[in-house]
């Protein structure tokens, strides 16, 4: 028998999981599911990305859907265009061999929203969207949530980060109502997330935390590298020079960074490019398909660029400048290391910063090795 069959997962969506990939529950899955299948409560999972959260929450929530109704029974918000893509590719695929058509709707900013209202005149049970689009859509009047009966804030700290707080509260308080849940899931629990718990979840909502005392997945190695502003893109380029089948994601504080260094990089014959907040969508949609599909090896990002950036086999993340946020640094780090495979995080630091390293270290519970190039 199935390890997901004893969870509570049914055969159809099993037999699409096995096809993907998925057969055995990640520890996130095991502890959630049976959880979500089995009591109609509010929720609350503590994890880092690439633990499989997906499927811990989307196989729940698909298995509730009443197909007969044409109502939207489910909202999915998570914070970037990338995220909400992959999240409702993925419910497709967990769908592939169900007898009753479940139909899932992606809405998020960059593109038509006349588009994105036109398709949901269509008959829709699930919508996955960002959450200044889904506001958007419920002003004018274009979105009815009034049936929803599952919320699910994925990646909540980081949609909290990149200032969404606002859209939240209004669609929460759209959407909270007794007969309606909220699951959240998060890497960190800063107190903006601990307030949106007290102020529209139930006391005692069950949390399930995994990797407790791990803010930072434990297959990262912690690395930095002593440098000065004269030398470090040079040091960079020795490091990339010295893992030329590598793929990886070079990490900058600022927007002029971040092409800076991807047209020194390009000017030294790597194959690279910058993602930043003033790109065209079209530009940032055409720079992540080439990264996806390798014929890109590195990318040069800011912190919210890379926010929902879930690349398979990237084996390191460079830190141009340490990030000003400590969840920052969990995040960056967490784009390597996925899906169980190990990777390496390197902090390239003036000598001024080495007291930051100690800081991160005691605050998120990890160790640093000091390494030379």
């Known amino acids: 028998m199935s390890k997901f069959a004893e969870l509570g997962i049914s055969k159809d969506y099993i037999k699409s999981i096995k096809e993907i990939g998925i057969i055995e529950p990640t520890e996130i899955q095991e502890k959630t599911i049976p959880v979500l299948l089995n009591s109609k409560t509010d929720f609350i999972g503590l994890a880092q990305t690439g633990t499989g959260k997906t499927a811990a929450f989307g196989l729940p929530v698909l298995q509730e859907i009443d197909t007969k109704s044409d109502h939207i029974q489910a909202l999915i918000l998570s914070p970037t265009r990338e995220l909400v893509q992959q999240i409702k590719k993925q419910l ?16 998020f900013g960059g593109e038509k929203i006349d588009r994105q209202i036109i398709n949901l005149k269509r008959t829709t049970h699930i919508i996955v969207a960002t959450p200044g689009r889904l506001i958007d859509l419920i002003e004018r009047g274009a979105v009815d949530i009034s049936h929803v009966k599952t919320v699910i804030l994925d990646e909540a700290d980081e949609m909290l980060s990149m200032g969404f707080k606002q859209d939240l509260n209004r669609i929460l308080k759209f959407t909270t109502k007794s007969d309606r849940k909220t699951w959240l899931f998060s890497a960190t629990m800063p107190d903006e997330i601990k307030r949106i718990i007290k102020t529209y979840m139930d006391a005692n909502a069950p949390r399930i935390e995994v990797n407790k005392n791990a803010l930072v997945n434990a297959n990262i190695r912690h690395q930095f590298t ?53 790109m065209q969508q079209k530009e ?37 400048q340490l990030p000003e946020q400590l969840e920052y640094y969990t995040h960056r780090s ?26 991160i270290q005691k605050e998120l519970n990890i160790k640093f090795t000091e390494v030379s190039l």
Not at 92 to 107: D, L, M, P, S
Not at 334 to 359: C, D, M, Y
């Open 92 to 107: 497709f695929k967990f769908t592939k061999y169900n007898k009753e058509r479940i139909f899932v709707e992606a809405v």
């Open 284 to 320: 940032r949609d055409k720079v992540m398909r080439a990264f996806k599909n390798e014929s890109l090896q590195y990318l040069i990002s800011t912190d919210v660029s890379a926010r929902g950036i879930d690349v398979k086999e990237l084996e390191f993340v460079i830190h141009h």
């Open 334 to 359: 967490g784009r390597t290391a996925r899906a169980g495979k190990s990777g390496t995080s390197l902090a390239f630091v003036l000598p001024s910063e080495i007291e930051k390293i100690h800081h």
């Open 226 to 278: 002593r440098t000065t502003l004269k030398t470090k893109i040079d040091d960079i380029i020795t490091f990339l020079e010295k893992r030329q089948s590598q793929r990886g994601i070079i990490f900058c504080r600022t927007k002029a960074g971040a092409q800076n260094i991807a047209k020194q990089l390009i000017e030294e014959g790597f194959s690279a490019a910058a993602l930043e907040g003033d």
